[in-house]
């Protein structure tokens, strides 16, 4: 475990997407893991399993799969070799996510229960994320906070949204079950943050939308 503080992995969480190949160890995985179950979710349901993808064939599944969603839908979004702006750096990092994801060592799906506790008229749900999914999330930020204090580098994807129904039938996953969310996690490339956001004062109202919250 890193000596870091819970507020330097914070600020310094961000999508690692340049990665080695080198393998990751399985016990470091499943700390990984182990983080991610200490999550809240609704009720104390814990409504998620993960599939640890490793083999090269299963990978190589994803990455095709991923890699055609990103020509299909993003192939304008190709930043030009001279545009050094902020965007055209992260879109160039998503690229080279998705030509390389077959390399990195780890591919994993994190798993959520499809559960609509409220009452939601089936053909109301069409193209909506079952309310479920929101407790899946708070595990998924522990992996992705638990990848950066152990030093790996790991990125939140959801494009495999556009390929789940080939992807549930491969992977062999229960009609109950979607996939929340796929994680490539490898050693990093690059350097960890620090991150850039929107200081919280400019989205932070005090008691009513508009009035400033006060310094
Ligand atoms: C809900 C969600 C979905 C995301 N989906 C993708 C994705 O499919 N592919 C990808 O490369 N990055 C994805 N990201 C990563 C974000 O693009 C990235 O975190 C954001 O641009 C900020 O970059 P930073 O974390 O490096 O600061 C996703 C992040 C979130 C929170």
Known sequence: MSDLGLFDVMYSTRAMRRLKSDPVAPDLLLQVLEAGTQAASGQNTQPWSFIVVSDEKDKSFLATHYRDVMNKQFSDYRPKIED????????????????????????????GVRDWPF???????????????????????????????????????????????ELQ??????NEYGVVAMIPIGYPKGHFGPVHRKPAQTVSYLNRWGNNFPS
């Open 84 to 111: 050094q702006s902020k965007g055209a750096r992260s879109m160039r990092a998503a690229w080279y996510l998705s030509d390389n994801l077959h390399n990195v060592p780890v591919l994993l799906l994190v798993c």
């Open 119 to 165: 009452s939601v008229p089936e053909k109301d749900r069409i193209g909506k994320a079952p309310p479920s999914y929101g407790s899946v999330y708070p595990c998924i930020q522990n992996i992705l906070l638990a990848c950066r204090a152990l030093g790996l580098g790991a990125t939140l994807t959801t494009l495999h949204q556009l390929f789940e129904s």
């Open 169 to 174: 039938e491969y992977f062999a996953i229960p």
